[in-house]
């Protein structure tokens, strides 16, 4: 699958902590028509089964939206399920090995903090960039924070998309004007909030004017 920038605008990732009793198939529907771009699903201690089978649920939502879906760290998953891709950290399996096992037409996110890995990331094949954490956040509380220059500075370093991610809301979405960046990655912004729809529209539309201003 062929990653277009546009698609990154508003990328939303997963959190089944935030469900509240609602199934997560239905927290993604939800998200998907509010206007999200981009769906990475997360799960960090699902079995295997279980994992695969919720990720061709959400893969299947997602095509019916025509938006590009990937597997947060699970390279096994990603194959398994055929999701248009996989998104690793920098703990995670190295780049360079992630591409040699999706292959070339597969989408390959890459999660960095400095202008060094962003550049080797995208030697070893990435498609874009998750640039993180930008602000303060509590869905990964040991996330350091990387400075608007630095996130700057590496979407100067690069010529693939860039997304940021961590801590980002309706309060300070537009302090990330004239980074350079595409779109933002967004958790609990979408998942945690009681009406998913309404919060991904309205996140979706300051995205629009923060990635123009």
């Keep these: 699958m062929k990653l277009d920038k546009t698609d990154l605008l508003l990328y939303a990732v997963t959190d089944r902590s935030w469900l509240n009793g609602e199934t997560l198939g239905s927290a993604v529907e939800k998200a998907l028509k509010g206007g999200s771009t981009f769906l990475q699903l997360r799960e960090k201690k ?3 089964e279980r994992f695969l089978e919720e990720a061709e649920e959400i893969k299947g939502l997602c095509k019916k ?58 030697k070893n094949g990435a498609d874009y960039l998750g640039v993180g954490a930008v602000f303060k956040t509590s869905s990964k509380e040991d ?33 990330l004007s004239g980074s350079g960046i595409c779109g933002i990655a967004v958790i609990s912004a979408i998942f945690a909030q009681q009406d998913i729809v309404n919060a991904a529209v309205q996140l979706k539309e300051l995205a629009k004017k923060m990635v123009k201003a």
Excluded: W
């Design 143 to 175: 996330a350091d924070i990387v400075s608007y220059e630095t996130l700057k500075a590496i979407c100067k370093a690069v010529s693939i998309p860039v997304v940021a991610i961590g801590g980002i809301n309706r309060d300070n979405v537009m302090e």
């Design 65 to 122: 939206n025509h938006v590009p879906f990937v597997i947060n760290d699970n390279v096994g998953i990603a194959i398994a399920a055929d999701a248009d891709g996989v998104h690793v950290g920098q703990k995670d399996m190295e780049a360079g090995k992630v591409r040699e096992l999706i292959g070339k037409d597969k989408i390959l996110g890459v999660s960095v903090q400095t202008v060094e890995q962003a550049m080797l990331a995208e």
């Design 46 to 48: 699902l079995e295997y």
